[in-house]
């Protein structure tokens, strides 16, 4: 196994391992955060607050009760020996750092090379759900999804990489609205033949400018000896 994977470690769902508040412990800790603004929470634009926050926040952090794995134990293996990448690119989420507990507002593009079997393509899009619905940072959230992957499909290479805006230096702090964080994580790189890998990184950079640029001379460090004109590239491997 590549040095980049880790065990499935935590992926399960945590909901139950966890001793829980009651939703009226989490209704109450809200009207205290009102009352800490400054503002009444009995007025009449909040009384109804509490109830909706702690609505909201089920729906944000839903994914601890979901398991990643289930969705992709389902595979299908009559494939007729087709083994080039897949890729599933653009998949929007809505995350939460876990500093801050801030939006993390973003894109995924996860992408694999079966091994005698392929999974269906919302599989995938769920998976990145699951991770998002989670208190994240951008870095663990995108290891987690090709560990996932790779542990569960034993492909013979997966690669993710995550662009995304992180509220928690955009609306607060720093104030740099324009900052994008871009990590990406591959497992079993070398699995990954070249002709899959570049394809990926037009994938990452279709429709952008064609002009070099030091991410572009990145991928050619991944996969070597090829051009890709008219592609803005990100290095997968």
């Known amino acids: 196994m590549s040095s980049n994977v880790h065990a499935l470690e935590g992926i399960r769902p945590v909901r139950a391992e966890i001793d829980r508040p009651d939703r009226t412990d989490v209704e109450a800790a809200f009207r205290t ?3 800490w603004t400054g503002d009444d929470p009995e007025r009449e634009g909040l009384i109804e607050t509490r109830a909706r926050m702690a609505r909201a926040f089920e729906e944000f952090f839903a994914g601890y009760a979901q398991d990643p794995v289930e969705f992709l134990q389902n595979t299908f293996e009559e494939i007729e020996g087709y ?22 507002i973003g894109q995924a593009w996860v992408a694999y090379v079966p091994n005698g079997r392929v999974v269906g393509i919302s599989k ?3 998976v990145v759900e699951v991770y998002a619905k989670r208190l994240q940072i951008q870095e663990k959230m995108t290891a987690q999804i090709a560990n996932s992957i790779n542990d569960v499909l034993r492909p013979q290479g997966v690669a993710v990489v995550i662009k995304a805006s992180h509220h928690c230096m955009t609306t607060r ?8 964080l871009l990590p990406r994580q591959s497992s079993h790189a070398s699995g990954i033949p ?4 570049l394809r990926f990184c037009w994938f990452l950079g279709q429709g952008k400018s064609a002009r070099k640029s030091p991410v572009h001379s ?3 460090d991944a996969f070597p000896g090829t051009i890709l004109p008219g592609a803005h590239l990100t290095r997968v491997n």
């Open 124 to 126: 995938l899009a769920r």
């Open 83 to 104: 083994d080039e990448m897949i890729v599933l690119r653009g998949i929007r989420f809505e995350s939460h750092c876990e500093h801050h507990m801030a939006p993390i």
């Open 33 to 35: 955060i009102i009352r």
């Open 218 to 220: 990145q991928c050619d």
């Open 194 to 197: 070249q002709r899959c890998g």
């Open 173 to 180: 702090g720093v104030h740099k609205p324009d900052a994008r």
